[in-house]
Structure formats: structure tokens, C-alpha cells
């Protein structure tokens, strides 16, 4: 095995189709219902929110959809990312096992998010759509979809988590440097954000809550769409170029993956990797395991159940089946801001339904002991939400050390941390609490899901 670090691909390599898993499941997707209906939902009803071209995407069983030149343009100008094989870190482990992280955060907004931002900014423009609202929540998202909107000339309006908002200026920095308005939800500028304003004056706010405002905005005005950056099948589509591009350069490496690990919000960093992975084991019998780790905060594979649910808080969204924590679900403040989702993407919870995906649950504080220990070995600063899958690939390896195995791990690295120093300071200074969302509250919350009609 030669001790080369890094295996980097020709712009010309970079791939242009996206790996569409919905051709390959062993069983159909359940189908989105209307929220006040109950019953299955059409393009229509998604056509005030989405472009045309992405609600086909998002219920498309074509397996390879051809990626239009001008979003593989702009991809070709950050892609493909660097596979690195994490030299430096096994030694620090002492392990026989072979680690190797796909690195997201060389995106000019130091994540993967970018790669379907850039894709549905693009197709709104397709569809002369002039204006486009988004959530977010540590402003991850919102920073990929204002990058985006710059590059094709869009207007965006970002309802930002009013704790984040408080907490993570330069993530408003930068958004508002592309050129987006961003404001703290709730609003008062939507229904959504007064009703809940009217109930709690002071409240911090949530993604669900966000979400809602969103989504009223984008649906109240003709020349308006909405934009999601996770959970979705045509946003986990778009993420694919990251394991296809990782395939390729594991071949190079001479090595194939024992196990695939991702840290799990939506779903669409590790669907992203996994997926190209998955479909080996899925058409070809491979057994390949794949690892999603959560936030034992808010442990939506390992606590949540398999139901239909609101995407949103309000209940304005359809209805989708997955692994869910209840759509009232009011997460605890922990620095991994982009994993505090309620839900999880339906073909992540799908898959994990059918014994494809594994899911782990870490708490704060070891998922920073894991973060420090990869920073110094590796040099890189992750994101504490990245930091989730090393703590995985962590615990694999040392696995593997205990075992005497030879493992080949492969984990997704899907962003940088320059903008959560703050967080690390805290974890230095002892101030850092662990958390673990309690079984009761999830029952509790559970009692409020929806019961839609004919849904099981
Ligand atoms: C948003 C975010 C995540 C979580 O979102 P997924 O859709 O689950 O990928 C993970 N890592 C980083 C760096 C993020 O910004």
C-alpha cells in the first residue's frame, strides 16, 4: 500500500450526472401527502414552492440525471475535492486501520451545502424566478444558497435562527457580504413568526419555525420560490458528485471502503457519499456498512420512530415518512447548529428502516475530544457538526485496533470550523455540556404527529 496522502482528481474527472437512488431501492419511496388532505401530492401542489425541473428531480425514478453546464461550470471551479488518507492520525491511534475523509470543506463556503445550492439556484433562474426565501439555521446553508444567488443573479432572503443570528455574526457576515437580506425568525414579517411571537415574545426560534416563515413567503408571492438545503430527495441528488468523485478515488488509492460513516442533520452530506457506496450493496450484494452519527441531542434515527410528519413546526409543509423526533420538537443549543433538525431525509430513513444504515448517537463533549484530536493530527479544523462522523471513524478505528483488523474507513469531512472557533474555545474552557435528549420528551412530542388519512 504506497503512503500517499492525497488523491486529487482532473477538473475533466469531475463528475457530470448525479446518482439518482431512488431507481435502486428494494422497495417505492412512500409517497409526500397534502397536509390538509391527507392524500398523495402532485407536482402542482409543489409548483408555488419549487421550479419544475426540481420537483421532477424530487420524484424522478430515472437513475442518472445529466448535471446542465452551467452548474458542472461552477462546480468545476471548487470541484473535485481532495480525498485524503489520514496518515498522521492512525499513527496517532496506533491502528492497522486505514482512514481516508473527503473533503467538502475546500468549497469556497468551506461546505458541501454549496453543491445543491448552486443546482436549485440554477434552475430557478431557468424558470425566471427572481426571488427566493430559504431558512437557516447555523448559517451554513445560508451562506451556500447566497454564494449561489450571486452567481446567478437572485435575490434571497434568509430567515435566520434567532439564537444563531445572536451567536454566529460572521455567518451573517458573509451572507449579507453575497449580497442576501437576512433576518432573525421569528419575524414579525409572516403569520408563522407573529403566532408564535404572540405565544412566546422572547423565543430564540427553530428551524421548524424558520422553515414555516419561509416557506409562507416563498407561497405568497408569484415571483417568489423556496429553497430547502437538506433532507430532500432532489437535495441529497445533487450531493451524489461527492461519492462518485470518492469512488473514484478510492480506485486510485487501490482501496475499497469496509464501512462509510457521515454525520446525519437532514441527511444530506452522508446520503451525498454513501449513495454511489450504497447502490453496490443495494444492485451488487456488497457488504459495504454504513454508519450515520447524530447528536445524542437530537438522536433522530436512534430515538425517533418511522412516521409521517410536518417538515416544518407549523404544519405548512406536506407530509413525509421518516425518522422523526415530532415537528414540535424544540432542540437544546449545541454547537453542531446544522444537525438540530427534527426529521431526517425519507431515503436516509428508508434505508436505515431496511437494515442498510447504521446509526450512532454522540454527545458534545466526545465529539470535541474527537475534533481536537483530528485537528492536531491533521492540521484541519472540522466543523463540530462534521466532527460527529470523525468521532465514528474514531471509534471504528480503535474497533479495528482492538480487533486486529486491517478496516478501510471512510468518512466525510463536510466542513471546515474557522467560523465555530468560538465553540472550541468553550470546549477549552470546560464549558461545554453534554446532552442527551430525553425518551420521554420524545414521546411527549410524538403525541402531536400528525394522522393523516389512509398514512400508516
Ligand atoms: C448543514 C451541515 C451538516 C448537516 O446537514 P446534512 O444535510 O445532514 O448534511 C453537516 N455538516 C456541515 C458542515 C453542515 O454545514
Request: proline share 7%.
Amino acid at each position: 500500500m504506497s503512503d500517499q496522502n492525497q488523491y486529487l482528481l482532473q477538473e475533466s474527472q469531475v463528475p457530470t450526472r448525479w446518482y439518482n437512488i431512488a431507481a435502486d431501492l428494494q422497495s417505492p419511496p412512500f409517497p409526500p401527502l397534502h397536509p390538509a388532505t391527507g392524500m398523495p401530492i402532485g407536482p402542482d401542489d409543489l409548483a408555488p414552492l419549487f421550479p419544475m425541473a426540481v420537483i421532477q428531480q424530487e420524484v424522478s425514478a430515472e437513475r442518472w440525471i445529466d448535471i446542465p453546464q452551467p452548474i458542472l461550470d461552477i462546480y468545476r471551479t471548487y470541484r473535485a475535492t481532495p480525498l485524503i488518507r489520514a496518515h498522521r492520525l492512525e499513527r496517532a491511534l496506533g491502528t492497522p486501520a486505514h482512514i481516508y475523509y473527503k473533503y467538502e470543506g475546500a468549497s469556497p463556503i468551506g461546505s458541501h451545502k454549496i453543491n445543491t445550492a448552486v443546482a436549485q439556484a440554477f434552475y430557478n433562474r431557468e424558470e425566471g424566478v427572481k426571488r427566493i426565501t430559504t431558512e437557516t439555521g447555523a448559517g451554513q446553508w445560508g451562506s451556500a444558497l447566497a454564494y449561489a444567488c450571486r452567481m446567478f443573479d437572485i435575490d434571497l432572503k434568509v430567515y435566520m435562527v434567532r439564537v444563531s443570528y445572536e451567536q454566529k455574526p460572521y455567518r451573517k457576515a458573509l451572507m449579507h457580504l453575497y449580497g442576501a437580506n437576512v433576518v432573525p425568525s421569528p419575524t414579525t414579517d409572516t403569520n408563522a413568526g407573529r403566532s408564535v411571537l404572540a405565544e412566546t415574545p422572547n423565543s430564540s426560534g427553530s428551524l421548524g419555525i424558520a422553515i414555516s416563515e419561509a416557506v409562507e413567503d416563498a407561497a405568497t408571492r408569484a415571483d417568489t420560490k423556496y429553497s430547502l438545503g437538506s433532507v430532500l430527495n432532489h437535495v441529497l441528488l445533487h450531493q451524489t458528485v461527492i461519492g462518485q468523485e470518492a469512488m473514484l478515488q478510492m480506485e486510485m488509492a487501490g482501496e475499497e471502503p469496509d464501512v462509510v460513516i457521515g454525520c446525519v442533520g437532514g441527511g444530506s452530506n452522508f446520503g451525498g457519499l454513501a449513495f454511489p457506496f450504497m447502490r453496490r450493496r443495494l444492485a451488487e450484494g456488497a457488504t459495504t456498512r454504513f454508519v450515520a452519527a447524530e447528536p445524542g441531542a437530537c438522536p433522530t434515527l436512534t430515538k425517533g420512530i418511522y412516521a409521517y410528519d410536518f417538515g416544518d413546526t407549523v404544519g405548512l409543509t406536506p407530509l413525509v415518512k421518516m425518522d422523526t423526533l415530532g415537528h414540535s420538537f424544540m432542540p437544546p443549543a449545541i454547537h453542531a447548529g446544522g444537525l438540530r433538525y427534527h426529521g431526517m431525509a425519507p431515503l436516509i430513513s428508508q434505508l436505515h428502516r431496511e437494515g442498510h444504515i447504521e446509526a450512532v448517537a454522540h454527545l458534545q463533549t466526545s465529539v470535541f475530544d474527537a475534533a481536537v484530536q483530528f485537528a492536531r493530527a491533521e492540521g484541519i479544523v472540522p466543523a463540530p457538526e462534521s466532527s460527529h462522523a470523525i468521532r465514528s471513524a474514531i471509534d471504528e478505528a480503535l474497533d479495528a485496533k482492538t480487533r486486529g483488523e486491517e478496516r478501510v474507513i471512510l468518512f466525510n469531512l463536510s466542513g471546515h470550523g474557522f467560523l465555530d472557533l468560538g465553540a472550541y474555545e468553550q470546549y477549552f474552557g470546560g464549558e461545554l455540556e453534554d446532552y442527551e435528549y430525553p425518551g420521554e420528551l420524545v414521546e411527549e412530542a410524538l403525541k402531536a404527529l400528525p394522522r393523516p388519512a389512509g398514512a400508516s
